[in-house]
């Protein structure tokens, strides 16, 4: 009996073609901006393509080749006119911003910063009337307010315009600087989100620091303080930094996550660090520090050398769980 080899469905070598074709109009500038959020805005028609294919292109390989050939001219035809039309969306549109609440009044202030996905630096104003001057280069939607009066609150969000069938796609180049009033005591609480961060606090005078790590990497400069504050940082799946200046008076709660941190600690800080669960991480603590509590594994108590001859001018990091990352602490 002869039998005769299964005919190839002719849909995906049109697909592939099709996929050059359109960067080849790309390059050309036939279909201009080319970007991926345009590209991801297509899935409903490779689903609706590949549907039909294996309904009736499988065993009829030139029906197979009509389907591919039907998708690649609705996605050429929606990638050209679909920006003009408002059906496919045209590439981020990159905008500088700056954002700005004059001191006043202001006794003390609330802020609240979504960081997203930019990279962002937060630093202590110079010689400014502002509480808050932020320059901020983006490609969603920013909304900033500011309320109250010898009490400010102000609070900076970002919503992308993307949403779970959508991913965000990072504008090139784009940056946040945000700078705040060394002049009143502020309540700081930052969301870092997937950018990486740079918090340079000294300078600054903090009534209490709440952060949130995403999957960027942070790096945060704490102040000196002649006030107590107390600080809560939950640690990502990003590379974290901690540098603790000499007379640094406060508390830092830390609850970890995937990701590392190393604390510096300047060569005569008094510092207390109060291991409570070392998870599956690790920590380390210079070897001359004194373990005033031993506990299981790596957990403990350690004080520097300088710890209780400075009582008004201690800081204390309470690792309430280390997470499955590595904990370095070095004196420099």
Known sequence: METHPRDRSLFFPI???????????????????????????????????????????????????????LAVGAAVALLVAGPRLGIVPAAPQVSTERYT????????????????????????????????????????????????????????????????????????????????????????????GSGAATLDLAGLELSGLNLDGGSGALDITLPASDEFYEAQLDGGSGAQTLAVPVDAAGSLNYDGGSGSLRVTIADTAAVRVEVQDSGSGSVRVPSEWVEVELGDDDEGVWESATFLDSEDRQFVLIIEEVGSGTIVIVNE
């Open 101 to 192: 609440e004059p001191l006043g009044d202001a006794g003390s202030a609330e802020i609240t910063l979504d960081l997203a996905e930019y990279p962002t630096t937060i630093s202590a104003l110079e010689d400014s009337s502002e509480l808050v001057d932020a320059d901020i280069t983006h490609a969603g939607r920013l909304t900033f307010s500011a309320t109250g009066g010898a009490n400010r609150q102000v609070r900076l969000n970002y919503n992308s315009g993307l949403n779970f069938f959508m991913p965000e796609f990072t504008a090139p180049d784009a940056e946040w600087r945000i700078g705040l009033s060394p002049r009143v005591p502020l309540l700081l609480n930052v969301d870092v």
């Open 15 to 69: 697909l592939l073609i099709g996929a050059g074709l359109i960067w080849l109009l790309a390059n050309f500038n036939i279909i201009p901006d080319l970007n991926w959020a345009m590209l991801w805005r297509l899935w409903p028609l490779a689903l609706i393509a590949g549907g039909l294919d294996m309904l009736f292109g499988r065993n009829h390989p030139l029906v197979g080749a009509l389907i591919g050939l």
